[in-house]
T-cell receptor, first 114, second 113 residues
Framework: ETGVTQTPRHLVMGMTNKKSLKCEQHLGHNAMYWYKQSAKKPLELMFV???????ENNSVPSRFSPECPNSSHLFLHLHTLQPEDSALYLC?????????????FGPGTRLLVL | AQSVTQLGSHVSVSEGALVLLRCNYS??????LFWYVQYPNQGLQLLLK??????LVKGINGFEAEFKKSETSFHLTKPSAHMSDAAEYFCAVSREGFQKLVFGTGTRLLVSP
């Protein structure tokens, strides 16, 4: 595997389900990110981790719970989601969190909440 | 506060024609500017970025962009479109000391034969 991988690629869940999204980066980076991409809206940064520590939580509802066990893996735990949470969830990584750093994105998980 | 405006949610060109995708930004301090491309069913990929120095930035796949401070613009161009350029393009802005990238809403480029 190379680059940034995300699983699953598609997910359908009911509002009462609990599921998790997984992201893995094979680039030796230290920073990882979760973004939400909704139709007709700008990409929204959700969380940032640097060396496994959360450095940014962009006022994300608590029904989204991130976990970063090491610099290569990032999870997004989902519970009691709402239909408006349906979107493409993108993971990204970068060498550091300096803004000149290039972020490398995974292909995303397309989530549908029924 | 920073923001990005991409004029035109869709741009259509013929193969071989000039590609021009517009991006205007607002930033109270010197910005860092980025263009990303997203092909269908894929994540975003960096095309080019401006941090400091030369205002004309060359990127991958023959794209380039020019930072014009007086016009607060960072338009993306390519002299001759190829069918493989069909994708969605995102402009983004940030600045020194600010961890976030602020993205525009994207422009979908359609290339016809």
């Amino acid at each position: 595997e190379t680059g940034v991988t995300q699983t699953p690629r598609h997910l359908v869940m009911g509002m009462t389900n609990k599921k998790s999204l997984k992201c893995e980066q094979h680039l030796g980076h230290n920073a990882m990110y979760w973004y939400k991409q909704s139709a007709k809206k700008p990409l929204e940064l959700m969380f940032v981790y640097n060396f496994k520590e959360q450095t940014e939580n962009n006022s994300v509802p608590s029904r989204f719970s991130p976990e970063c066990p090491n610099s290569s893996h990032l999870f997004l735990h989902l519970h009691t989601l709402q239909p408006e949470d349906s979107a493409l969830y993108l993971c990204a990584s970068s060498q550091g969190i300096g803004i000149q750093e290039t972020q490398y994105f995974g292909p995303g998980t397309r989530l549908l909440v029924l | 506060a920073q923001s990005v405006t991409q004029l035109g949610s869709h741009v259509s060109v013929s193969e071989g024609a000039l590609v021009l995708l517009r991006c205007n930004y607002s930033s109270s301090v010197p910005p860092y500017l980025f263009w990303y491309v997203q092909y269908p069913n894929q994540g975003l990929q960096l095309l080019l970025k401006y941090t400091t120095g030369a205002t004309l930035v060359k990127g991958i796949n023959g794209f380039e962009a020019e930072f014009k401070k007086s016009e607060t613009s960072f338009h993306l161009t390519k002299p001759s479109a190829h069918m493989s350029d069909a994708a969605e393009y995102f402009c983004a802005v940030s600045r020194e000391g600010f961890q976030k990238l602020v993205f525009g809403t994207g422009t979908r480029l359609l290339v016809s034969p």
